[in-house]
């Protein structure tokens, strides 16, 4: 079974920075591209940043762009997103998603979730 | 304002049939994009996929559930409603303008 466990979310001044790691079981973790989707309260899913399986390749939304770096360390199964920079609008749950291929398709879907995070800036 | 517009709610009574638009553009679902669904029962609760590649279920999805594609739109069939049903549904697809996958804004189903 398939399972992702996001971690390390909390109450954050504005300006901070935050690390949220996933962890990964159930599947071979270092053959699956990875993302991270928020929700901010009361809102829809908004794509954050993607990564593939190697790490060799990486994607950011413009909102989070030059904040917020993905990485992921195969040998733990473990997925990370540095947050620096935080603002009040990057207020959300934070989902971790595991893609179906090992490269990360534009156009592609993500096939199973975490249960989220949450993750407020605030003064 | 997502860039995929879907009805903010929709209701139908148990055991009848809904659907659920998903309207795009040309640079993303008329461009020819996929469009994949998600079930989410609780706000802030993991997202379940539905459908993927326009409409395709995975495996476990009942086939109550549907999807389809055409032109810059997308829809979300379910028949046979069932109360398990309600939460809020997603369409995401790829909008190459914004080099990003996006979301529309969810639908809410109430089972009547």
């Known amino acids: 079974e398939v399972q992702l466990v996001e971690s390390g979310g909390g109450l954050i001044q504005p300006g901070g920075s935050l690390r949220l790691p996933c962890a990964a079981a159930g599947f071979a973790f270092s053959s699956y591209a990875m993302s991270w989707v928020r929700q901010a309260p009361g809102k829809g899913l908004e794509w954050v940043s993607a990564i593939s399986a190697s790490g060799g390749s990486i994607y950011y939304a413009d909102s989070v762009k030059g904040r917020f770096t993905i990485s992921r360390d195969n040998s733990k199964s473990t997925m990370y997103l540095q947050m620096n920079s935080l603002r009040a609008e990057d207020t959300a749950v934070y989902f971790c998603?595991?893609?179906?291929?090992?490269?990360?398709?534009?156009?592609?879907?993500?096939?199973?979730w975490g249960q989220g995070t949450l993750v407020t800036v605030s003064s | 304002q997502s860039v995929l517009t879907q009805p903010p709610s929709v209701s139908g009574a148990s055991g009848q049939r809904v659907t659920i638009s998903c309207t795009g553009s040309s640079s993303n679902i008329g461009v020819g994009y996929d469009v994949h669904w998600y079930q989410q029962q609780l706000p802030g609760t993991a997202p379940k996929l539905l459908i993927y590649g326009n409409n395709n279920r995975p495996s476990g999805v009942p086939d109550r559930f549907s999807g389809s594609k055409s032109g810059t739109s997308a829809s979300l069939v379910i028949t046979g409603l069932q109360a398990e049903d309600e939460g809020d549904y997603y369409c995401q697809s790829y909008d190459s303008s914004l080099s990003s996958r996006v979301f529309g804004g969810g639908t809410k189903l109430t089972v009547l």
């Open positions: 998603a595991k893609g179906p291929a090992a490269y990360y398709d534009t156009g592609g879907h993500f096939d199973y």
